[in-house]
């Protein structure tokens, strides 16, 4: 009997990881690119219930680009830091999107607005990925993200390739340390602290917090970005099938939809029903793994404990299956 069931368990196990592996227990690459004339330091923020990845933190020289993998089922932000350096005492730190660190590696911590942001939930609700490129937090530097792969009408190329430091209004510009250039745009939240501005208080809701004259500034420079805080029918996307992404800082300036997504569909005007479902926060803060009702809780990835666990009851079945018959 034991040699029969060797037999069966080493026929069966290799079949049965290997469609672990075909049902999505596999990675999600994250390319960054810096097409800046200087060099980009790079944080990620992993949400709370997602794990860290390899790296929080690293330089990315003009012209560079450095991959990054994540589970199927990551979520977080990712964004570029500028005009960083490091004092005698060792302590790291940046002009727009520090971390607070002090430290290359973010370590957990979070953007300091303003900053351009990344912002993802893979194999979230409904098994699709979510992403956008948000201003809420403000503006830095320009940034694309185009999904390698993937499916879906609305699986297509965002950011905002505009750069609005040289627009921003004074009320709202961050200038250089020598005061001659204007090197971050704040947005309208940041700078004045206002209910209508930060749609918080009695400005909680999509009907109660529309657009400002300063989130419009935004959105009509970059169309397919968030600009405030329920911006959500145009500025939300989603893809089926796992795509990969490239993360440009600084595409040139002739970047269009068509030419970066290499003939993918680019009609950004049809937004799922499952995105209004979240507002501009939804990625960063997990909204989307809204319950164990979700179709994406089946979803997740597994780790080595997870796949040693379904081997093991799997092996358990073949045993009852093999006594028993």
């Given at each position: ?86 004092d005698s ?26 900053a351009t ?71 309208a939240c ?136």
């Amino acid at each position: 009997m034991a040699p029969q069931l060797t037999s069966i368990i080493s026929l069966l196990l290799p079949v049965f990881i290997s469609q672990l592996f075909i049902n999505g227990v596999m990675s999600t690459t994250f390319i960054m690119i810096n097409k800046c004339d200087y060099t980009v330091w790079p944080g990620i923020l992993s949400n709370a219930d997602a794990p860290a990845l390899s790296t929080t933190g690293f330089a990315l020289q003009k012209g560079e680009s450095k991959t990054i993998t994540a589970p199927t089922s990551w979520g977080g932000r990712m964004w570029g830091r500028t005009l960083c350096s490091e004092d005698s005492n060792g302590k790291f730190s940046c002009v727009t999107g520090d971390c607070g660190s002090n430290k290359v590696e973010c370590s957990g911590s979070g953007a300091a607005p303003p900053a351009t942001l990344a912002e993802f939930k893979l194999d979230g609700y409904g098994g699709l990925d979510y992403y956008d490129v948000s201003l809420v937090d403000g503006y830095n530097l320009p940034m694309l993200v185009v999904p390698q792969g993937g499916s879906g009408q609305n699986c297509s190329t965002t950011g905002c390739v505009v750069d609005l430091n040289g627009a921003c209004p004074s009320e709202l510009k961050v200038m250089s340390e020598d005061g001659r250039d204007g090197v971050a745009c704040k947005s309208a939240c940041e700078a004045f602290q206002q209910p209508q501005y930060c749609c918080n208080g009695a400005y909680s809701t999509p009907d109660t917090c529309k657009p400002s004259s300063y989130s419009q500034i935004f959105k009509n420079a970059c169309p397919h970005a968030y600009s405030y805080a329920y911006d959500d029918k145009t500025s939300t996307f989603t893809c089926a099938s796992g795509p990969d992404y490239t993360i440009t800082f600084c595409p040139t300036p002739n970047t269009s939809q068509k030419s970066s997504e290499g003939g993918k569909n680019t009609d950004t005007s049809t937004t799922t029903n499952n995105s209004a479902l979240v507002n501009s926060t939804m990625v960063y803060e997990g909204a989307l793994d809204q319950s164990g009702a979700s179709p994406s809780t089946c979803r997740h990835v597994l780790g080595s404990h997870g796949i040693s666990v379904i081997i093991s009851i799997t092996v358990a079945t073949l045993l009852t299956l093999t006594f028993f018959n």
